[in-house]
Antibody
């Protein structure tokens, strides 16, 4: 059974940093692109960042370029999102997703990041 | 960048009725379109990929059609568990993106 379990979401002040983690199981992690998708409270879904199978290709939505870094550790079947210079508009539930060719077939339960003073 | 629009924003129907949801792309995306269902407090679930292929475990009452710029998600006969928000998503190049969603609620 495919499982994706996110962690690391907390309340953080504007300008602060945070690292989200996603523990994957039930599939060959190193064979898939992985993606973070976020959802602000009461709003729709927004693609945030994606990473290829071996971590050599990363893509970001313009609003987080230079502030967020997606990475992975295939030996640990884990995905990460380092978030720096956080802003109020980054407040959202962040979902870890498995990404076979830019469609998201499995999702974690999400972790809430709140950016507020 | 491809922009997706969805209509209607809200669809009020009764159980047993047919639901027809629309998604339109700002430029041709071939059949690179997926549909997701999201219930309150839950993560989205993939329903349809590449416009018309049902994902694993998705009931046959869900079907997708379309190509180019116009796409449709149909639910043949609404079950109580189908009342939710539905999002379309395109994967034609970067960045991938989602539509704003259609809420299907109980009339």
């Amino acid at each position: 059974e495919v499982q994706l379990v996110e962690s690391g979401g907390v309340l953080v002040q504007p300008g602060g940093s945070l690292r989200l983690s996603c523990a994957a199981s039930g599939f060959t992690f190193s064979s898939y692109w992985m993606t973070w998708v976020r959802q602000a409270p009461g709003k729709g879904l927004e693609w945030v960042a994606s990473i290829n199978e071996d971590g050599t290709d990363t893509r970001y939505v313009d609003s987080v370029k230079g502030r967020f870094t997606i990475s992975r550790d295939n030996a640990k079947s884990s995905l990460y999102l380092q978030m720096n210079c956080l802003r109020g508009e980054d407040t959202a539930v962040y979902y870890c997703t498995r990404d076979p060719t830019r469609r998201y077939d499995f999702w974690g339960q999400g972790t809430l990041v709140t950016v507020s003073s | 960048e491809v922009v997706l629009t969805q209509s209607p924003a809200t669809l009020s129907l009764s159980p047993g009725e047919r639901a027809t949801l629309s998604c339109r792309a700002s430029q041709s995306i071939s059949t690179y379109l997926a549909w997701y269902q999201q219930k309150p407090g839950q993560a989205p679930r993939l329903l349809i990929y590449d416009a018309s292929n049902r994902a694993t475990g998705i009931p046959a009452r869900f079907s997708g059609s379309g190509s180019g710029t116009d796409f449709t998600l149909s639910i043949s006969s609404l079950e109580p568990e189908d009342f939710a928000v539905y999002y379309c998503q395109q994967r034609s190049g970067w960045p991938p993106g989602f539509g704003p969603g259609t809420k299907v609620d109980i009339k």
